[in-house]
């Protein structure tokens, strides 16, 4: 998709990669289905250095945006009843640094859910996990490569981005341009 022309009062961000700060989070954000109730719930947490926000829009409801906020430490659960918009959920998670996640699936059956943690010794570790009981295949792609979905069902996409901290300086994400 083309990066549209730049607002000419905005300042415009440099291309390419810049030194970067260390910061204290380390938000994540879980998603879970739960197809006999219809509703899609999400946890939010922060890691235990600070507080995170975190802003939800939906893709195919016009009844958000959403906001929440978490303590150094603490999480907290809210859910989305899919029932109102065809058993689909559409899901879009920012966060502090860049941090995002998507959720789009359908609520009708059990399936298939990833999870990610940041961890010091690999930078992100992903869980997937099947409940459906019968044979799923995941695609995992790098977002510089191309996107993917799971085999068989292409309304399922999960999505996680963002920059991982580990307390130490970093470089910023070349891919994350505004202007």
Known sequence: MPVPPADPALP???RGSRPTRPLPYEPLVDG?????TGHF???FGSGPRAGAWFLVTAANRGDGPWTYTTAAG???TDSWNSVHSGGLYDLTVHGPNGFLRTFRGRNTAPGPEVT???TAATGVELTMTNASGTTCRLTLTDAYGGGRRVSGDSGFLRRFAGHVENGTPGVSDPGIVTG
């Open 41 to 43: 719930a999400l946890t």
């Open 116 to 118: 990610a943690r940041h």
């Open 32 to 36: 879970v289905s739960t197809p006999g």
């Open 74 to 76: 603490g999480r907290i």
């Open 12 to 14: 415009v961000q440099e």
